[in-house]
């Protein structure tokens, strides 16, 4: 066998390797300690013939054959000392190398290797060897190791890999690289399914929900009692009597979240490669819930889908499809390879009829896998699946009393700092705009308060203005090396619900809109109206006669489930354009889905608006390895309910928001500047359009009418053309549409103002632009040189904006699929730079 032919087999290339987990790194304990100290462990010699290895002639004097027909160096019972000086005589690189491949074994981080972990790291340590070996010999080695008893901390594990490292006969370069290589996670296609798996994770899923009570089922009838003897697990409806493929599926998630230690029915070099993402498929069956249901695809071989669900009451059923699953032939199955996954929520509905009537029937619901010996004392469980709370039945929605609740789940806190690109020196002044979330007060119920808190500047006091809308600090250059912006936040859960069973104290009074705000989020241009108007009749998604505003947006949402993409490209190639891109090309990334489902709701006159800021949570990290990555959602209000905060992304599957952070949502900024933020900038920043036209405008009619006389259609018509020259076909036009949104037929100056500029303000711009604090979203806050404000407005010719940009761009754009690049940011704008980091902390309430 050639290197490079070895190298892709299942097994690769083992030497070194005796009976078993080498006594030298084995931890006397029989259970395994949470941190393991330095301690002393007793060396045995392993047979000679061990696993089938052909045995040398000096195998009798403490000598091990090696696959390249010499011997490894012996193994004696060495002292603490000469343990010791092992793990010493390892050079600081490598020693580096190999605590990162244990660190990769050690799937739940205590310190400490399982025996099957430990066979997992010395395999990967052993891939390295080049020469040519006895595959079946080596396997059955593994399979001994995996069966030992013991656990290994990190002195003992470097003991034992100094062998296998003297073995190698390796130049030193290769193998640091090759040490680097298997524990890169993206080594092989295994590594990459799983990161093509974390990213779909947190793009298909707006919220996990974290609804449901645990529901044990009553005592089983198919177990899978694991090889390890430490558990016995009821196997789900679809594996019990289904292809044994399903149940090598199901045993596979089980090994991978951790669930149990188990692995024989995987063969022992794909184990090696998944031992370093099973923190990942762990914390993924926490949040969507235990496997349910197994189901082998019509028609496939070799794909298994595996339902996992919170409780019967969940807000959702999430779906992993495991692609490519390849067996080998003969009675004792195992997994030889697999090629990748396809995750994302369903609907009840979407689960094949069977399988969904075997779920339903008592006992079919599992909440968690049970210790058979617990199995009596478990409750029945309900008799049916219950359809999602935050979605309800189209007869509810069309026809129930509803309400939005609110419950407060954590105070989340965001620090961020800025660090100047390029080598740069700060200038003498900056000016600040820190935006300020829209929270319950105002009718928008993600967040029930919001406090702003400028940090790390010392004694000296900071010039600090207040508004509605945002914070303006004036700060000096040297400040920012310190300062810590900080956004706290308490998030709150957010349902629609019927109002029956709802808690009453939960209940979010529904607001009402004034005239500025519902024409801002109900505008948008005649000629893209028209567009999205005909779009969705031809698709058979128009209001229809008597439709309610949520069973109208629910119905459109659901559409964008089935045959839609997420697509980055061509996002970006209709960037300023998107209402209509999603439903012609049924392609996007989030903002296009959300700017879609916003516009043609306006279109039909629910009010809506797209949220910009960060979806953040431990699924982010686990996907980007950043605390943040950019995110769109949207709201509507639905009449008689308020607004409903939901994600259109990939389909609208839930209403509402979740509030503890295991992937949830921060909106900054809504895309649209409202008529107060306009009039607030204005305050700060002179030329912040179209206000200054907009003020002239009301000067004139009230000069000419009075400010309280409420004018009618005409009147309006001949003072807009006249204060602002338009032809009066154009001013007309302008003066229907302001009433239409304001729904009414006259209107006092200052009304039709404030309604000409919401008009103008709401239609669809490129998202994160447009001068207001719709630009914040992209970083939490807004920055200048100049200044400092002393109570006039700014002359914004002369401020220079800042660029902001996280730094952990490059696997940001990674994750939303887009072809990160390395980029000097700083030569990119001609004023400063600054790379934004943060960190957040949750306390859960």
């Known amino acids: ?95 580096a190398g190999l605590l990162k491949v244990f660190a990769w074994c050690d799937a739940d981080g205590d310190g400490a290797l399982s025996p099957a972990e430990f066979a997992a790291a010395q395999r990967l340590v052993a891939e390295l060897c080049p020469a040519q070996f006895d595959e079946s010999a080596a396997s059955s080695i593994f399979e001994k190791a995996r069966g030992s008893a013991g656990w290994v901390d990190e002195n003992g594990f470097l003991t034992a890999a100094q062998s296998l490292i003297s073995a190698l006969q390796l130049p030193r370069r290769e193998l640091l690289k090759g040490l680097a ?23 298909n899923v707006s919220n996990l929900a974290d609804d449901g009570q645990p529901v044990a089922p009553p005592p089983p009838t198919a177990l899978w009692r694991t090889a390890t003897g430490g558990s016995s697990f009821v196997l789900p409806p679809g594996a019990a009597g289904g292809p044994a493929i399903a149940r090598v599926a199901f045993k596979l998630m089980q090994y991978l979240a951790m669930r149990t230690e188990d692995n024989s029915i995987i063969e022992g070099g794909l184990a090696a490669k998944m031992m370093g993402h099973r923190r990942m498929f762990k914390d993924m069956l926490d ?48 997994l030889v390879g697999m090629g990748s996954f396809d995750a994302g929520p369903v609907d009840v509905d979407d689960v094949p009829t069977a399988l969904r009537e075997e779920m339903k029937a008592p006992g079919g619901i599992i909440e968690k896998v049970p210790n058979v010996t617990a199995a009596e004392a478990i ?65 928008h119920a993600r967040y029930a308060d919001h406090k702003i808190s400028l ?75 028209e567009q999205l108007r005909s779009l969705l009749d031809a698709q058979g998604l128009g ?83 950043s605390v943040v990555a950019p995110h769109a959602q949207a709201e509507f209000f639905a009449e008689d309910v308020g607004w409903v905060p939901c994600d259109a992304t990939l389909g609208l599957r839930r209403l509402g928001h979740e509030g503890a952070a295991v992937l949830t949502f921060v909106e900054w900024r ?31 009619l009230e000069e000419n009418h009075g400010a309280t006389k409420v004018l009618s259609s005409k009147e309006l018509r001949a003072g807009l053309s006249t204060a602002c020259n338009l032809p009066a076909s154009v001013a007309q036009a302008s003066v229907e549409e302001v009433l239409e949104l304001c729904e009414k037929e006259k209107l006092l100056p200052k009304d039709f103002v404030n309604g000409l500029a919401a008009a103008e303000l709401g239609i669809f711009r490129e998202l994160g632009t447009g001068g207001g604090l719709a630009e914040a979203s992209r970083a939490g806050l807004k920055l200048f040189e100049g200044g400092p404000f002393a109570g006039e407005p700014l002359d914004v010719t002369k401020l220079k904006e800042n660029m902001l940009v996280p730094e952990s761009m490059s696997q940001v754009m990674e994750h939303v699929g887009a072809r990160p690049q390395d980029m000097d940011w700083s030569q990119m704008w001609p004023y400063g730079v600054f790379s934004c980091s943060y960190d957040f902390e949750e306390k859960l309430l």
């Open 379 to 443: 409750p029945p469980a309900p008799a049916a699946l219950t359809r999602q709370s935050s979605m309800l039945a189209d007869q509810d929605l069309q026809n129930a009393e509803l309400v939005l609740t609110a419950s407060p789940v954590a105070r989340h806190s965001f620090r961020i700092r800025l660090k100047l690109s390029g080598g740069k020196s700060p200038v003498s002044h900056y000016v600040m705009l820190v935006p300020r979330l829209k929270a319950a007060e105002s009718g």
């Open 181 to 203: 290589r298997q524990t890169s996670g993206k080594a092989t296609g295994f590594d990459r399914s799983v990161s093509d798996l974390k990213h779909a994770l947190v793009r």
């Open 543 to 625: 209001r229809r006669s008597g439709e309610r505003d949520i069973a109208f947006a629910v119905r459109l949402g659901r559409a964008l489930c089935n045959g839609y993409e997420y697509d980055v490209a061509i996002t970006d190639a209709h960037v300023k354009n998107l209402p209509p891109l999603i439903w012609e090309h049924r392609r996007g990334d989030c903002s296009a889905f959300n700017a879609g489902f916003v516009y043609a709701l306006r279109c039909f006159g629910v009010p809506a608006r797209v949220s910009l800021g960060f979806k953040y949570g431990r699924a982010v990290a686990q996907a980007c390895g």
């Open 670 to 700: 809504p895309a649209t500047m409202s008529v107060s933020e306009l009039q607030e900038l204005s305050k700060v920043l002179t030329t912040v359009k179209p206000w200054p036209r907009l003020q002239g405008l009301q000067k004139f």
């Open 455 to 529: 940090l790390g500047v010392g004694k000296e006091a900071l010039s600090v203005s207040s508004f509605d809308n945002f914070v303006l600090a004036n700060l000096r250059g040297p400040q920012l090396q310190g300062l810590e912006v900080q956004h706290e936040f308490t998030s709150s859960r957010v349902r629609v619900q019927p109002r029956a069973g709802a808690n009453p104290a939960e209940v979010v009074p529904v607001p009402k809109l004034n005239m500025d705000e519902r024409a801002c989020n109900l505008a948008v241009e005649k000629a893209q109206a």
């Open 1 to 95: 066998m050639s290197r490079r032919s070895s190298a892709a087999t299942a097994g690769r290339s083992i030497v070194g390797l005796g009976s078993g987990a080498p006594e030298a790194a084995r931890v006397s304990s029989a259970s395994k300690p949470s941190r393991l100290p330095n301690a002393q462990t007793a060396v045995t010699r392993p047979s000679s013939r061990a696993g089938g290895l052909r045995p040398s002639s000096r195998a009798g004097e403490g000598t091990r054959p090696s696959s390249r027909g010499g011997t490894l160096p012996p193994i004696g019972r060495p002292s603490t000392g000469q343990r010791d000086q092992a793990v010493e005589a390892l050079d600081g690189d490598v020693k």
């Open 287 to 334: 949040l969507t819930g235990e496997i349910v249901g197994v189901h082998v695809p019509s028609g496939s071989r070799s794909s298994v889908d595996l339902f996992m669900m919170k409780s019967p009451e969940a807000e959702q059923i999430f779906r992993v499809r495991i692609l490519g699953l390849q067996l080998s032939a003969g009675p004792d199955l195992k």
